[in-house]
C-alpha cells in the first residue's frame, strides 16, 4: 500500500509528498531504509516531503525543520539540532520519551 502511494507520486512528479508514520511497525533496518528512501527522494526528485511521526530517531534522520504539535497548536519549530537540544519542557519530555513531565497521561494512574 506504501509503495503504491509513492510509485503514484513519483508518476505524478509529485510537488509534495506526505508521509504518515512511514517507520510504524518496522523493524529498525526496515525503517532506516524508508528513511533513506526518503531523503533519496528529495535529494534527487526535488520533492517537498511532509512527514507525520512520532519516530523522533526518523525525523531526526529525515528532516530540515521539525514541528512539535500539542494539543493541536504548533509548540515549537526548529532544525532537529534545535529540537533535540530545546528548552521547552513540553518538547523535552516528548523527545526523551519521559512519562514525567509537563505532558499529562490520561488513564493513566500515577
Known sequence: KKRVGLARAIAYDAEVILYD???????????????????EMREK????????????QSAYKIADRIAMLYQGKIIETGTPDEIKNTSNPFV?????GSAHGPIQLEGIIR
Open 45 to 56: 526528485l526535488s520533492v517537498t516531503s511532509v512527514t507525520i511521526t512520532h519516530d523522533m
Open 92 to 96: 523535552r519530555q516528548f523527545v526523551t
Open 21 to 39: 508514520e512511514p517507520t510504524t511497525g518496522l523493524d529498525p533496518i526496515m525503517a532506516d531504509a524508508i528513511n533513506d528512501l526518503i531523503v
